[in-house]
């Protein structure tokens, strides 16, 4: 079975001082080699296509059979590295957090360690009608377990 350390040394070797950069690897058994990467501007087909001769020109040595599949990340993909978030500043995400509580909420800025959305907080006024606003919150990365980009077709 081909080593996943060994793609990732590859991918690495590729991507080093470019925009672009690995999200998730895996390497499944029969080595079908799957490859998702994105980049602060996004992704073409046109780099998936060049990553894969890439990798492939590097691997003409294996003597085991495999195969490979390069891809972005794809929008309905949640995100995972802190890099992805920024790109997608002023996008609606729906957020699950640590403790299974759900959210949207509208990105609006990426800080160290952590998000700011705006989101939709019910209040009650004085004569005790339920008033929606939004707010400012922050969230830790720490406590997001998943966030995806909520796709808007309008």
Known sequence: M???????EIID???EGSDKFLVDLKV???NKILVFI???HGIDIEDCVELSRFIESKLKSEEEDYSL??????????????RQYHRHIGRMFRIILTDKIQLRGQLLRVEPEGIVL???QSTTTDKGKK???WVEKYYPFEKIDEARIELSFK
């Open 38 to 40: 994105d980049g602060d």
């Open 2 to 8: 081909i080593e996943s350390i060994k793609i990732l």
């Open 28 to 30: 499944k058994p029969g």
């Open 118 to 120: 705006n989101v939709q």
């Open 69 to 82: 599949e390069v891809s972005s990340a794809g929008a309905e993909a949640p995100i995972r590295l802190k």
């Open 13 to 15: 070797s590729y991507l």
């Open 131 to 133: 008033k929606i606003q």
